[in-house]
């Protein structure tokens, strides 16, 4: 009979653990002799330190990788308010050896000897990560809105300046044949021009310097025409890139889309490598071309820091090379460079989405999820690699064939 009330007593003391060991969030006590008091089994997982390691240990002495200085800022505040604390982003150590970040929140344990603290904490990497690829993803896409308004903004004053170049161009090679037949005339000795109409005549010719003016104007015009040209393809690429591909698919024409993309890119490569293309007669593919140029535009800028990250450290500028071909009822394409290679032990990580070892900044880890989902998921093809370290990586790139649909229409393809 005397036992019942410890029973009961310990079943709710269970009751608490099971309770506690249900919480996400790494959970420690420390008490108001800065021992560490509890330990969850998240907290173990969390800084890959063991319960029998941490209990009843100075919580100051343990092997925490983390803002310590932010922790014991807010363990004092915490103790001389007496109220709790949160910090959003703690940076720390995660038990994979990567760097992450904590929401940390200190909590006075009330009752008992003052001075003993609650505190919970949870990963947040992923939601942060998450978080500013979808602040980017935002700030993209009202770029890409803006670049598209530009973009066409600019169509129709860079169409009528290069007409009226080309224009100037044939009017000044005709103007310059007339000149020819004058001058041709008055050369004739059969012609009889007083001698001080000529000589006047031939000053103005110098004064002007006509033979200058004859020879450099078309050069002037061709350069122009041609950079003209440059803008116009800049133009038309981000008109392309900047429309949403929400619709259905359409026809797609890859080498198209690999000019544009290489247009789109020229800023990152020309410093780096040299590009090039080796592009096969295609038949076209049914997608949405907007994304497939997305995912072009990553594999190209993965080369295009390969190679960059190589040129660095060896001084040898490198070589970006896209190949197009057929293979069966695929068409492929093959993005191959002479950058730094894949290291073998992170093979298996590329396609994962945050998987980075770029200087942030320089990459978030969402290149190749972003053309993985679009080749794979959105268009039934296949994504694979192949590299080798010091040497270079060729991406390839296959997508199905559009078939001719059997049997009458389809609906939706
Ligand atoms: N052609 C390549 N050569 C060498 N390493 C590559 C190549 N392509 C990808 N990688 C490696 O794979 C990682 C993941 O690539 P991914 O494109 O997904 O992200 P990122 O380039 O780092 O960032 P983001 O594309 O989002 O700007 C890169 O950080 C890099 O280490
Ligand atoms: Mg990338």
Redesign the pocket.
């Known amino acids: 009979v005397r036992s019942a009330p410890r029973r009961r007593r310990r079943r709710a003391q269970e009751d608490t653990e099971r309770l506690l060991s249900a919480i996400a969030w790494a959970l420690i006590a420390v008490g108001a002799d800065g021992r560490v008091a509890r330990w969850s089994a998240v907290a173990e997982q969390t800084f890959a330190l063991a319960a029998d390691d941490a209990l009843g240990r100075p919580f100051r002495a343990l092997p925490i990788h983390w803002d310590w200085a932010a922790v014991d800022g807010a363990i004092a505040r915490c103790r001389a308010a007496a109220a709790p604390v949160r910090l959003d982003d703690v940076p720390y150590r995660r038990a994979d050896g990567g760097e992450g970040l904590l929401g940390v929140s200190v909590h006075p344990i009330r009752g008992g000897r003052p001075g003993g603290v609650l505190i919970l904490g949870a990963d947040v990497t992923d939601r942060r990560a998450l978080e500013r690829q979808l602040a980017l993803a935002q700030r993209l896409e009202s770029l890409g809105q803006l670049a598209a308004g530009v973009a066409h903004e600019m169509n129709t004053p860079i169409q009528f300046v290069c007409d009226n170049v080309r224009f100037l161009q044939e009017a000044h090679a005709e103007l310059s044949r007339l000149l020819a037949a004058y001058r041709a005339l008055l050369g004739d000795p059969a012609v009889t021009v007083p001698e001080d109409r000529r000589g006047a005549l031939a000053a103005a010719e110098e004064t002007m310097e006509l033979a200058y003016l004859l020879e450099e104007a078309p050069r002037a015009a061709a350069q122009s025409l041609e950079g003209l040209e440059r803008v116009a393809a800049i133009v038309r690429a981000l008109r392309h890139l900047a429309h949403p591909d929400h619709g259905a698919m359409v026809p797609v024409d890859l080498n198209q889309a690999v000019l544009t993309t290489l247009v789109m890119a020229r800023n990152e490569i020309k410093r780096v490598a040299e590009v090039e293309t080796d592009l096969a007669e295609l038949p076209p593919v049914t997608g949405h071309p907007g994304a497939l140029k997305h995912a072009l535009l990553?594999?190209v800028?993965?080369?295009a820091?390969?190679?960059g990250?190589r040129l660095a450290a060896t001084g040898a500028r490198g070589r970006i090379g896209i190949r197009s071909r057929t293979v069966g009822d695929h068409v492929e394409l093959a993005?191959s460079?002479t950058?730094?290679?894949?290291?073998e032990a992170?093979r298996h990580?590329?396609?994962?989405?945050?998987?980075?070892?770029?200087p942030v900044g320089?990459?978030?880890?969402?290149?190749?999820?972003?053309?993985r989902s679009v080749v794979v998921e959105r268009h039934g093809g296949t994504l694979s690699?192949e590299?080798e370290e010091g040497r270079?990586?060729?991406?390839y790139l296959r997508l199905p064939v559009a078939r001719p649909a059997a049997g009458g229409q389809r609906d939706g393809s």
């Open positions: 990553n594999l800028v993965n080369a820091h390969a190679v990250d993005i460079d950058g730094t290679g894949i290291p992170i990580r590329v396609f994962d989405p945050f998987f980075t070892t770029k320089r990459g978030t880890g969402q290149g190749l999820a972003i053309a690699f590299s270079g990586t060729t991406f």
